[in-house]
């Protein structure tokens, strides 16, 4: 059977402990013109479904939690009800396109079908259209999303043929075949964790090493059930999403980068950090120590593993220096921040929990994530993650990509994530919050490009003409 990993599970017990949370991710592609007809969209979609089987599946949960829920065939799967048309009214703008993602983005995708939704949105300026890719958190992260594209889209402007498709919905388990199944791993489980021992005992050092750094790593990220200072910014959520877009050359975040010799995520982390202090002194709020904590998603996936559709990402839990006035110092901090947070094996205990939890009853590793993530939520303000976007020209029917926007949604008492995607030269900054606790969404996007723009100026001349790279690498989502 095909299991959800604990990771991806956890993406739907996070939706069920919030009742006005939508997990879904998204990203939104918009296209030069004309926008195709409905019939010549649904067969250029329908001729690639045979590469995303996940697109035909669903999730199906074992009887009592006695397992991990698994994907099953949909047989009564319907292409149409998946893709969805609509027009932005006049004038068209971004402002409109971005109320539009913000509606799309509010409502959940439906549990009893397969978990995504694809808009064509008609109506752009210049003559342009746009497609806004839905999917759950828990079907893929946002470095997956990149494999989405690069086999939904073409590489040229000449469409390539249909893929062969004989695909027929497998015979589906029944719950008694399910709650044997799980019974099974569950028997399992002693013995698997005896061989773990024996591997262990067999390499003492390596062991020893191992559980040190996931001792160091673990304390680290128990940092995010230590209540952080209140603040407006963070709280219970309504169920409406406002959406916002900002827009800058990924050269100017990258000059900034190599003049403080720095990361270019250090260099988005700090005009992050800027832009949520400036809101807060807006709101006449004091931004004080470790009020912002935010959630930076890790990407931990292997070469191997690059087109395997699910979540492979560990987190780095960094407080933001928003207390602190001037933005290089604010960048600085940042870095050494991470630079830590990297010495103390966060990123690795994150990977070695989720590792341990396969080893572990599910029903019991459930019960602990939907504690965890009431109790953490606490100490979280935002989440903020940064996806490098498909790396060459993508086009969809003969119709070039112009730029593709992202979207990360937010749950429980988190009121913002920011998400930055990279593609073709262009960096885009979306930001998610609360409809009714945050309406500065547009505000804070065009800080955060502000925040950046500043840094350049006063940055000293580079010692290094070492280009920086993405050290952080982070996928979503969600």
């Known amino acids: 059977m095909d299991y959800l990993s604990p990771l991806d599970t956890s993406f739907l017990d996070a939706e069920d402990e919030d009742p006005h949370a939508s997990l879904a991710i998204a990203s939104v592609a918009v296209l030069d013109g004309p926008p195709p007809g409905q019939a010549e969209f649904a067969a250029a979609i329908r001729g690639r479904l045979a590469l995303v089987p996940r697109y035909r599946q669903k999730v199906r949960r074992i009887p009592f939690n006695l397992g991990r829920p698994v994907w099953i065939d949909d047989p009564d799967f319907d292409l149409d009800f998946h893709l969805r048309r609509t027009a932005l009214a006049e004038p068209g703008d971004d402002a409109a396109l971005e109320r539009l993602i913000g509606r799309i983005m509010s409502q959940r995708l439906d549990r009893d079908r397969p978990l995504w939704e694809t808009w064509l949105v008609e109506g752009l300026p210049e003559g342009r259209w746009a497609l806004v890719s839905k999917v759950h958190h828990c079907m893929l992260d946002g470095v997956t999303g990149n494999e989405l594209y690069r086999l939904i889209c073409d590489s040229g402007p000449k469409p390539r043929r249909s893929v062969p498709d004989r695909w027929q919905p497998g015979v589906p388990s029944d719950d008694i075949d399910l709650t044997l199944d799980a019974l099974g791993q569950l028997a399992r489980i002693p013995f698997d964790q005896a061989r773990w021992l024996a591997g262990a005992l067999r390499e003492p050092m390596r062991a020893t090493r191992q559980i040190g750094a996931l001792t160091r790593g673990a304390a680290a990220l128990a940092g995010a ?20 877009v900002a827009r800058m050359p990924v050269d100017e975040i990258r000059a900034v980068a190599e003049a403080h010799e720095v990361t270019i995520n250090d260099v988005y982390l700090a005009a992050v950090a800027g832009a949520l202090r400036r809101l807060m002194l807006q709101r006449g709020e004091e931004p004080r120590v470790g009020a912002i904590r935010t959630l930076v998603p ?37 870095h050494e921040r991470i630079g830590d947070l990297r010495a103390r094996h966060e990123v690795e205990a994150g990977v070695a929990l989720v590792a ?43 119709r070039p990509i112009r730029e593709i926007l992202p979207y990360v949604p937010i749950a429980e008492r988190l009121r913002i994530g920011v998400a930055v995607m990279t593609f073709a030269g262009q960096a885009a900054v979306g930001v998610t919050t609360d409809f009714a606790s945050v309406p500065e969404a547009g505000e804070l996007a065009g800080a955060i490009v502000d925040e950046v723009r500043r840094l350049a100026p006063a940055a000293p001349p580079a010692r290094s003409r070492k280009r920086a790279t993405m050290a952080i690498r982070v996928a979503e989502l969600t």
């Open 298 to 334: 890790v990407n931990v996936r292997t070469e191997n593993a690059r087109h395997v559709f699910d979540n492979r990402v560990a987190s780095l839990l960094v407080d933001l220096p928003v207390e602190l006035e001037d933005g290089v110092d604010r960048l600085r901090a940042v």
């Open 225 to 244: 059930f230590v209540p952080a200072p209140a603040t407006s910014l963070a709280g219970p959520l309504g169920r409406a999403r406002r959406y916002a």
């Open 356 to 398: 341990m939890a396969d080893r572990e009853p599910f029903a019991a590793v459930s019960l602990l994530v939907r504690a965890a993530l009431r109790l953490s939520q606490r100490g979280l303000a935002t989440v903020t993650t940064n996806v490098p976007g498909p790396p060459a020209p993508l086009y969809i029917l003969g």
